[in-house]
């Protein structure tokens, strides 16, 4: 799974033959038909197994009588520490283009579901004015794959999450100080 993911990762999905992953991963080509359907089934394996591992990891987040800032603050941190731990999964999961239906499409909406969660949980307990939760789960997601996409030179992923959750959790707008 390791090579065919470093393999579309690296080379356009239409390059990557079946026969080189067989050959790359010393088993036949015959042994990779006993688990995947086709070459398209195995690429949809390799992200819809990236997004559920996200989806467990963003879900473990919370915490019991926690509150829902820290556990987004670790989604964040759990969606930044995926694609560290698995560039190639991570790349061909920001790369494929998001299908309206099937099971990626399934997979895509349950991550943005489960960080909807906890921003709904704070709302409810008045920790976060967020009239749209689903929206904003989106925005987390959008953050973070366009800060990786697209990373600020000396930035790591410590300083990328900090600022992902200060503009996601101060907004932009400078906020006036009151005078005494």
Do not use: C
């Amino acid at each position: 799974m390791r090579t065919a993911a470093r393999m579309f990762a690296e080379r356009p999905y239409h390059e990557v033959r079946l026969d080189e992953i067989a050959a790359a991963t010393r088993l036949g080509k015959g042994t990779i038909y006993v688990y995947f359907a086709s070459k398209d089934d195995l690429h949809t394996t390799l992200i819809a197994e990236g997004i559920d591992q996200l989806i467990t990891e963003v879900q473990a987040t919370t915490a019991a009588g926690e509150g829902a800032w820290p556990a987004i603050e670790r989604a964040v941190d759990a969606l930044l520490a995926f694609a560290d731990r698995f560039p190639h999964i991570y790349t061909l999961m920001r790369s494929a283009l998001p299908p309206q239906e099937g099971l990626l499409a399934q997979k895509r909406r349950e991550l943005a579901r489960a960080l909807a969660r906890i921003l709904r949980r704070g709302v409810v307990d008045g920790a976060l004015d967020d009239p749209h939760p689903e929206l904003t789960a989106e925005f987390l997601l959008s953050s973070v794959r366009g800060a990786l996409l697209f990373p600020p030179k000396n930035l790591g992923r410590r300083a990328i999450a900090r600022h992902i959750l200060r503009v996601i959790g101060r907004g932009l707008l400078a906020r006036k100080r009151s005078k005494r």
